[in-house]
């Protein structure tokens, strides 16, 4: 726009490039917790945030050998007045657009995607992440927002000044503000720090275990009971706040299920009259229909008052929902364990005993399966044609297990599904389905008697007759 | 088994007593039946198949038997091939077996009436099927039936005539250039 050219070339300086990295997980995209891995996430927006630092110097944390002493106008305009002759400035936009933002209770953390040559919409591989920690914040505020101008949070920070978050509505701006109010009251990096100086293991969260007594930086016994006492009470009161309010959600939740059914069978109304008129409005009342679904969804209310169309879309819930599966299932080793393939069944118990609380429904493990290949995860979804549904690692080869299978029946003289399950360790019901699979492939023929399905290599084709 | 028909080695096979549902494997097993339904009743000089009196349908040293749907299924495929033909087409109880086709026929015996010197001259039917001269070729112990329905056919290519004898073995064939 208005650079002027020299040897340097041209780069994009924002409020990312200010602040340090994130590092993700490289398979499921996950934040990785910083150590000593006590940092819980507490809310995850949709990926469309602004972040602004309009600053009076730019502080660039990717080596570059340039500075600038121009000053910077308001944010509202780009304008960068007084020295024209630095190209510098002229690199520095003062806002990230379209970032999901991830509170956590040490830090925020901003997930963008690198720009490539071939975009992909939802590949994790894009994604990148920078964080700044809550502990440079000395305030965190709303500001009065018009009806012109979109609902904003300040933070006051001692490093890059005012930094600003951006919302597109202010429900989510306050969702917000609330989450990061939480965190700074918590203050749970503090408690590190007094920690490690005694140099032993991290007590867990909410345990109310009580620390041992030698340290060489604490001040004393005393110390730690008042630490202890400080703990206890900020849990009780913060339980108390937290129950409360889900009281008051419950309640809500329930008025606004009722009205959701109410709009739900209006639409229905609508959609009937609009279809055979081939109405435009037909396309936004379905996406509403997808909004308020999707809003029902994140809060744990599964409702089929809406129709086909919304399960069709995907939300912010079930896209985080499929990439923890598919974390927990590699990490466990549980999918490398049965063979690389799982049924649904297997993996809908094992996963929510793992989660012990917050279980997921059966229906949200429904939509997630559907998500796994589109997400790129490592692992997808597979209906074979008797209708069992399993999930299978991407690097699962049927002719190997087909091999295998025959390899089986050759020394044994022939297979039953039971025994191949039994020596495999699998499902039974897996068991049967890889054999069936088997089979078409050629690599197995069947013997069906009164007592038994049994499998044989299939010699019609291997022995010249 | 008490007779002395040499079985093949998939005829142990007990995969071959379950007609196999994948494609390609029932296509090669059912070629394999129709091989030793013909096989069996040529070297047992049987031209009639009792579908009820075959022993072929089990093998009890494998403890294996084709149900009776499987056997419907080798039987109609039979059929098509056009190596049978139901005598009766409702009931569907006996099946002559065409080992060969009744064109295959025909064309073998015009060669050998003319290598051996035939054209324009006459032999009965015994000798077709049981004479000396036709030791070694397709319709030798050929049935009576079949002979004629390919002499039939060379009749209608002008290649031969058919004459009535004074037994029905004694009907004659004149074979023509």
């Known amino acids: ?465 | 088994m008490g007779d002395s028909f040499d079985y093949p080695e998939f005829y142990s096979f007990p995969p071959f007593f379950t007609i196999q549902p994948v494609a390609a494997t029932r296509e090669k097993q059912l070629s394999l039946w129709r091989d030793l339904i013909l096989k069996y009743h040529t070297s047992k000089r049987i031209s009639i198949l009792v579908v009820h009196e075959c022993p072929l349908w089990e093998n009890s040293e494998i403890s294996r038997s084709l149900s009776k749907d499987d056997l419907d299924i080798v039987m109609a495929d039979f059929v098509k091939s056009g190596h049978g033909e139901w005598e009766d087409q409702s009931l569907k109880t006996r099946c002559r077996i065409l080992w060969r086709r009744p064109e295959a026929f025909a064309s073998d015996i015009y060669q050998w009436a003319d290598s051996n010197g035939y054209i324009n001259s006459v032999c009965t039917l015994y000798e077709l099927h049981s004479g000396e001269d036709v030791n070694g070729t397709s319709f030798e112990g050929a049935d009576e039936e079949l002979l004629r329905r390919a002499i039939g056919i060379l009749e209608g290519q002008g290649k031969a005539k058919l004459f009535k004898g004074e037994t029905s073995s004694e009907d004659g064939v004149k074979f023509f250039r």
């Open chain 1, 1 to 465: 726009t208005r650079s002027k050219h020299t040897a340097m070339p041209k780069q994009r300086w924002s409020p990312l490039s200010c602040i340090p990295t994130a590092t993700l997980a490289q398979h499921s995209g996950l934040l990785v917790p910083e150590p000593p891995d006590d940092e819980v996430e507490t809310l995850v927006t949709p990926p469309n945030v602004q972040l602004r630092i309009p600053l009076a110097l730019p502080i660039i944390t990717e080596g570059s050998t340039k500075s600038s002493d121009t000053v910077v106008d308001d944010d509202k305009n780009n304008n960068h007045a007084a020295n024209d002759h630095d190209e510098y400035s002229d690199m520095y936009e003062d806002r990230d657009d379209n970032l999901t933002l991830i509170v956590t209770t040490h830090r925020l953390v901003f997930i963008y995607k690198q720009p490539q040559p071939q975009p992909s919409s939802s590949s994790k591989s894009n994604n990148k992440a920078r964080s700044m920690d809550l502990s440079l914040l000395q305030r965190a505020q709303t500001s009065g927002s018009s009806y012109f101008k979109s609902p904003k949070i300040i933070l006051t920070t001692e490093s890059y000044g005012e930094v600003l978050l951006v919302f597109p509505d202010s429900r989510m701006r306050d969702q917000t503000l609330t989450k990061i109010d939480l965190s700074l009251r918590r203050k749970a990096w503090e408690r590190q720090q007094q920690q490690q100086p005694q140099n032993k293991q991290q007590t867990p969260k909410g345990s109310g275990s009580r620390p041992s007594q030698t340290g060489s930086g604490s001040v004393g016994v005393a110390a730690i009971i008042a630490r202890n006492k400080r703990r206890n009470e900020e849990a009780k009161a913060l339980s108390k706040s937290a129950f409360g309010d889900f009281e008051g959600l419950l309640q809500r939740a329930r008025d606004v299920q009722r009205v959701i059914e109410k709009y739900s069978a209006t639409l229905d109304k609508d959609k009937q009259k609009n279809s055979s008129n081939n109405n435009s409005d037909y396309d936004s009342s379905t996406e509403d229909e997808i909004k308020l679904t999707n809003m029902l969804r994140g809060m744990g209310m599964a409702t089929n008052a809406v129709t086909k169309s919304s399960a069709g879309s995907t939300s912010m819930y079930h896209e985080q929902l499929a990439r923890q599966l598919a974390d927990f299932l590699s990490r466990s080793g549980a999918l490398q364990s049965s063979g690389g393939i799982m049924t649904l069944v297997d993996v809908y118990c094992l996963y929510n005993r793992a989660r012990g609380t917050n279980l997921i429904s059966p229906d949200d493990l429904l939509s997630v399966v559907e998500l796994l290949q589109t997400l790129q995860l490592g692992m997808s979804k597979r209906k074979f044609p008797s209708g069992v549904v399993v999930i299978q690692a991407d690097d699962h080869d049927d002719e190997l297990m087909a091999k295998k299978l025959r390899e089986l029946s050759l020394n044994n003289g022939g297979v039953t599904a039971l025994f191949a399950s039994q020596h495999f360790k699998i499902n039974l019901i897996l068991a049967t389905e890889l054999l069936l699979a088997a089979e078409r492939l050629e690599y197995l023929c069947r013997d069906s008697t009164l007592e038994s399905l049994m499998f044989f290599p299939n010699r019609f084709f291997l022995d010249g007759w």
